[in-house]
């Protein structure tokens, strides 16, 4: 989740694991900013697909229009203000929870502290390359 970001994106790489192909996807023609530091990127187009979140006893899902982005990312996919407002999420980025209402009353949604700190580090990682590649040129 990222409160800051006012799309919804999809990785390239996520589409193979959805079974989904570009052909797929609807045209989308606005470029975004700041996912690869510096760069715009144009996206190969756009998804409606469903998301649900759910626990034993509680779940919600709601249908979010995707941006697929055309270069790959540490995540499969980045969920931004309107996923947080469709789904009408609290988050807590500090202890990785997102808290929303269900039907059956509240469900909280833990993250993995080391997924996450892995995520972040190889994302360091390519952001350096995708720099470094930048002042090279």
Not at 84 to 109: C, D, R, W
Request: aromatic share 14%; net charge negative; hydrophobic share 40%.
């Amino acid at each position: 989740m990222d409160g800051g970001s006012f799309i919804d994106i999809m990785f390239c790489n996520s589409l193979p694991a959805l079974k989904l192909t570009v052909a797929q996807l609807k045209p989308y023609k606005a470029q975004f900013w700041d996912v690869l530091p510096g760069q715009s990127s144009i996206p190969v187009g756009q998804i409606m697909l469903p998301v649900q979140f759910e626990t034993p006893d509680r779940f919600r899902t709601e249908f979010i229009n995707f941006v697929v982005a055309d270069f790959d990312g540490t995540y499969h996919v980045i969920l931004g203000r309107p996923s947080l407002t469709k789904f009408m999420v609290v988050p807590h980025y500090s202890y990785l929870f997102l808290k929303m209402p269900t039907e059956k009353g509240v469900l909280t949604i833990r993250g993995n502290v080391y997924i996450a700190y892995t995520c972040e580090e190889e994302s360091f990682k390519i952001t350096e390359a995708i720099d470094l590649s930048i002042r090279m040129t």
